[in-house]
């Protein structure tokens, strides 16, 4: 197994113009500044609502670095595009916070349609799935409040709390999941589970784990997300092991660190109770080591999606890998980054051989601006990705001045 550098920006961005390569310099540039971002996160979802014609200014920046097309079509192109790198895709229909029965069912549809889509293309194993985009948000608090930590385990889910209607509305959000994972067992493609909220994380766990015991036989269909900003969340993906072991399945899951750090300490404040999150990075960085480590000590029975930008913990997956003999191109182990961000540990994962993939999210721009929101502000700290994504850049634009191809 070759030994792996995420330095090397000419293989990271061999699939980007010079052009392009210019106007992502230009992006990350932009989103380095902390004023613009704060100033551009608060205004654009407000300037979208009023029809104000900023669609094209969008689609040109942050929309083209960030997401594959309006529509499933046109992902194509890129998904063609990133295969010629042996970068495979994990498409990610980005429609967020649409509440309501009639919207829940078609987004259940625009899911199967996908599915059914990424059966047609050989580099797209994967889609992935929120439950908030199936299921009320306050019917899933409603259930996390009521839940217990073993039944969840056992992808048990107490409905005793609720009316009839209420009962009703979760039925048909298990049957709507069911008929996604139903439609993904025929089509070969797997399902991922986003992790969301902690205050609505039981349901969304315990429904992922009673569909993960009902497909997870034989292949691994369903996968389940465990967030480990989280704490205990480490010792529930060891105890979901067991829990799967027992009962005969394959466990699936994507460890990632988390997305919603501010939003739960903010709300733990507010309302009095102790954060959910790690005290701090250090912890969270320690958990989310040990998590790669378990899954790849037990990887006989786990396939296990390796979500994370850190460059340290992806080397480390590919190390522990390499100790515990499994081959580069194993279908358990599959790395993953955000199509937009981190080509250097995607890319150069793919040049070595490993299974590398890209999230890609798509979607009208109007539903997909909390996508882009999250990615300005996630970007937009000093500390954070920018400066390492606007020097591999900067690099690369460099070492293309000095070549002739430039
Ligand atoms: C393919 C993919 C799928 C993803 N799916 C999901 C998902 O389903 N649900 C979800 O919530 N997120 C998801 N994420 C996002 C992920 O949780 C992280 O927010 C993001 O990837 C940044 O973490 P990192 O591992 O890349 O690396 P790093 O940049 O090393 O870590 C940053 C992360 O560390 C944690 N952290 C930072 N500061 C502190 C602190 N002071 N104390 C405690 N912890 C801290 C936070 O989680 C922060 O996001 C996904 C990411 C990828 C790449």
Redesign the pocket.
Same mark, same amino acid.
Request: some cysteine; overall charge neutral.
């Given at each position: 197994m070759a030994n792996i550098s995420f330095e090397n920006t000419e293989t990271a961005f061999e699939y980007k113009t010079n052009n392009e390569l210019k106007k992502a310099k230009f992006l990350f540039a932009s989103m380095a500044k902390p004023l613009l971002v704060k100033v551009g996160t608060k205004i654009t979802p407000l300037l979208i609502k009023a029809h104000l014609p900023i669609n094209g200014l969008i689609r040109n920046t942050i929309f083209a670095q960030f997401v594959g097309g309006e529509t499933l079509q046109e992902t194509t192109k890129v998904i063609e595009r990133l295969a010629k790198f042996h970068v495979q895709v994990?498409l990610d229909y980005g429609v967020e916070g649409k509440e309501g029965e009639e919207n829940f069912d078609q987004a259940r549809d625009e899911f199967i349609n996908v599915i059914e889509y990424a059966a047609t293309q050989p580099h797209v194993p994967f889609i992935s799935v929120k439950l908030t985009g199936l299921a009320r948000f306050s019917l899933l608090e409603k259930l996390n409040d009521d839940a217990n930590y073993n039944d969840v385990l056992n992808g048990i889910i107490n409905t005793n709390n609720l009316n009839d209607n209420e009962k009703n509305e979760w039925q048909n959000v298990v049957d709507r999941l069911d008929k996604i994972c139903a439609t993904a067992i025929k089509s070969d493609t797997g399902v991922l589970i986003? =992790?969301?909220e902690s205050w609505i994380q039981n349901p969304v766990d315990a429904l992922t784990m009673q569909m993960m015991q009902k497909y997870n036989v034989g292949k691994p269909v369903v996968y389940n997300?465990v967030?480990l900003?989280r704490h205990h969340r480490l010792q529930f993906l060891k105890e979901s092991y067991e829990v799967s072991k027992r009962n005969n399945y394959l466990l699936g899951v994507?460890p990632?660190?988390? =997305?919603?750090?501010e939003k739960e300490r903010k709300r733990a404040s507010l309302l009095h109770y102790r954060s959910p999150?790690?005290?701090?990075?250090e912890?969270?960085?320690e958990d989310?080591n040990e998590a790669l480590k378990f899954c790849i000590e037990h990887i006989q029975n786990i396939f296990i999606?390796v =979500?994370?930008?850190?460059e340290e913990?992806n080397l480390l997956a590919t190390q522990l890998m390499q100790r515990s003999r499994i081959n580069a191109d194993s279908n358990h182990v599959l790395f993953?980054?955000?199509y937009g961000m981190s080509d250097n540990i995607t890319f150069n994962l793919a040049k070595a051989g490993f299974n590398a993939s890209k999230?890609l999210p798509f979607g009208p721009i109007k539903d997909v601006i909390p996508y882009l929101m999250r990615r300005a502000q996630?970007n937009s700290s000093v500390s954070?990705?920018t400066g390492r994504e606007l020097s591999l850049i900067k690099k690369e634009m460099k070492r293309r001045q000095q070549t002739t191809n430039y």
């Amino acid at each position: 197994m070759a030994n792996i550098s995420f330095e090397n920006t000419e293989t990271a961005f061999e699939y980007k113009t010079n052009n392009e390569l210019k106007k992502a310099k230009f992006l990350f540039a932009s989103m380095a500044k902390p004023l613009l971002v704060k100033v551009g996160t608060k205004i654009t979802p407000l300037l979208i609502k009023a029809h104000l014609p900023i669609n094209g200014l969008i689609r040109n920046t942050i929309f083209a670095q960030f997401v594959g097309g309006e529509t499933l079509q046109e992902t194509t192109k890129v998904i063609e595009r990133l295969a010629k790198f042996h970068v495979q895709v994990i498409l990610d229909y980005g429609v967020e916070g649409k509440e309501g029965e009639e919207n829940f069912d078609q987004a259940r549809d625009e899911f199967i349609n996908v599915i059914e889509y990424a059966a047609t293309q050989p580099h797209v194993p994967f889609i992935s799935v929120k439950l908030t985009g199936l299921a009320r948000f306050s019917l899933l608090e409603k259930l996390n409040d009521d839940a217990n930590y073993n039944d969840v385990l056992n992808g048990i889910i107490n409905t005793n709390n609720l009316n009839d209607n209420e009962k009703n509305e979760w039925q048909n959000v298990v049957d709507r999941l069911d008929k996604i994972c139903a439609t993904a067992i025929k089509s070969d493609t797997g399902v991922l589970i986003d =992790a969301e909220e902690s205050w609505i994380q039981n349901p969304v766990d315990a429904l992922t784990m009673q569909m993960m015991q009902k497909y997870n036989v034989g292949k691994p269909v369903v996968y389940n997300t465990v967030q480990l900003y989280r704490h205990h969340r480490l010792q529930f993906l060891k105890e979901s092991y067991e829990v799967s072991k027992r009962n005969n399945y394959l466990l699936g899951v994507k460890p990632v660190r988390g =997305a919603y750090m501010e939003k739960e300490r903010k709300r733990a404040s507010l309302l009095h109770y102790r954060s959910p999150i790690q005290p701090d990075k250090e912890h969270t960085d320690e958990d989310y080591n040990e998590a790669l480590k378990f899954c790849i000590e037990h990887i006989q029975n786990i396939f296990i999606i390796v =979500a994370s930008h850190n460059e340290e913990s992806n080397l480390l997956a590919t190390q522990l890998m390499q100790r515990s003999r499994i081959n580069a191109d194993s279908n358990h182990v599959l790395f993953s980054q955000l199509y937009g961000m981190s080509d250097n540990i995607t890319f150069n994962l793919a040049k070595a051989g490993f299974n590398a993939s890209k999230y890609l999210p798509f979607g009208p721009i109007k539903d997909v601006i909390p996508y882009l929101m999250r990615r300005a502000q996630e970007n937009s700290s000093v500390s954070g990705q920018t400066g390492r994504e606007l020097s591999l850049i900067k690099k690369e634009m460099k070492r293309r001045q000095q070549t002739t191809n430039y």
